[in-house]
């Protein structure tokens, strides 16, 4: 079968690779056939930097190695199931929530699966990725969709996922001021959600001016701003209730100014989600944040047992994930329509989706 393998920095290779054997399946398995896979700022910072979360040597957990095929956010169809599978069943559409961990250590045991340190994931660190024709999945990863969400949208709830959860870790609720920084895909799915929620203004702010504007046509009530032409601050101090700021300031784009400048516009006692990931230490200023009295919220992932209530979202029409989509390419495509173009800090792509099968 076709498989899209990371190899190495900024070495991506189009390759056939052995099909999963379906008589090997363990019982608690679903091998799927992927339909549309997005690429994640996850795999860009695989693909710039070297390995970082794919795994050089095996996976503690699961075992997995480099080469790697790529592929976390993906729709498909089940082909097969093992002999312990009763959710979901073969011509079934799922939608995959990519994490594998154990269900019996300590977070496990809570429920939260994100974060234990043996967590892997599909496509990154798993034998099995989206961007290949066939892979197998865990019985908990193969979650079913209904047929009032498209392949498009299913392949879009694991971003979709993330952006909710920092809506959720800002406190956003109807009536809610915000900022989002950085209008990448998380931001983007976040400007949406933020829409959903309820919130009562939105600025976004954003130094690319191609997604500047693409923030006004996903929403058009929202407030957008260039950082670089216009002093954010006094800019939503002006249009804010006393000056006092926004209520929820949600950091997309994993820059330091881009976090210190939510800080500067989250009004006392606000909240500061950092959503997107860091890829260096970051020059803070924690005394402001003290004077302040803010709540400064980190997030990693998302509650697997989100993909019920992001597929209900979409379902209800009010959370239309599908209009972040830039542009759908092939696999023998995906090095230079796919990274290379989303990497072009000028560039008009927001979020790339390839068509797998």
């Not at 609720?173 to 998380?186: C, E, H, K, N």
Request: charged share 20%; net charge negative; hydrophobic share 40%.
């Amino acid at each position: 079968m076709k498989a899209v393998r990371f190899h190495g920095k900024r070495d991506i290779r189009v390759e056939e690779v052995e099909a999963p054997k379906q008589a090997a399946l363990a019982a608690d398995d679903v091998l799927v056939q992927p339909l549309v896979c997005g690429i994640c700022g996850t795999d860009l910072h695989e693909y710039v930097s070297g390995a970082i979360v794919t795994p050089e040597t095996p996976h503690p957990y699961t075992g997995a190695q480099n080469p790697q095929i790529l592929g976390h956010e993906f729709s498909a169809v089940v082909m097969d199931v093992g002999k312990d599978i009763k959710h979901v069943h073969p011509g079934d559409r799922v939608s995959v929530q990519p994490l594998i961990s154990p269900r019996n250590d300590y977070f496990g045991r809570r429920g939260l699966f994100h974060l234990s340190p043996c967590m892997a994931c599909v496509g990154l660190s798993w034998d099995w990725g989206g961007l290949g024709q066939q892979a197998v999945v865990k019985g908990y990863n193969a979650v079913p969709v209904s047929d009032k969400v498209s392949d498009v949208q299913a392949a879009l709830i694991e971003p979709a996922a993330v952006a909710v959860y920092a809506l959720d870790r800002g406190r956003v609720a109807v009536g809610s001021t915000v900022l989002i920084s950085g209008m990448g895909p998380i931001g983007a799915l976040a400007l949406l959600a933020a829409k959903a929620a309820g919130a009562s203004k939105i600025f976004v702010s954003e130094i690319n001016p191609n997604r500047l504007a693409r923030a006004r046509e996903l929403v058009p009530d929202c407030i957008p701003v260039n950082p670089r032409e216009t002093n954010l601050l006094e800019f939503v101090r002006d249009q804010t209730e006393e000056g006092v700021g926004v209520d929820a300031a949600l950091e997309c784009g994993g820059a330091e100014a881009s976090l210190n400048a939510c800080v500067d516009v989250v009004r006392r006692q606000g909240v500061v989600v950092q959503a997107g990931l860091h890829s260096k230490p970051a020059s803070v200023n924690p005394m402001q944040w003290a004077l302040k009295d803010i709540t400064i919220e980190a997030t990693w992932c998302y509650p697997t047992q989100s993909w019920p209530r992001v597929a209900s979202m979409i379902e209800s029409g009010n959370f239309p994930v599908e209009k972040v989509v830039s542009s759908q390419i092939s696999m023998d495509d995906v090095v230079e329509k796919g990274f290379e173009a989303l990497l072009d800090p000028t560039g008009n792509e927001m979020k790339v989706l390839v068509n797998v099968n």
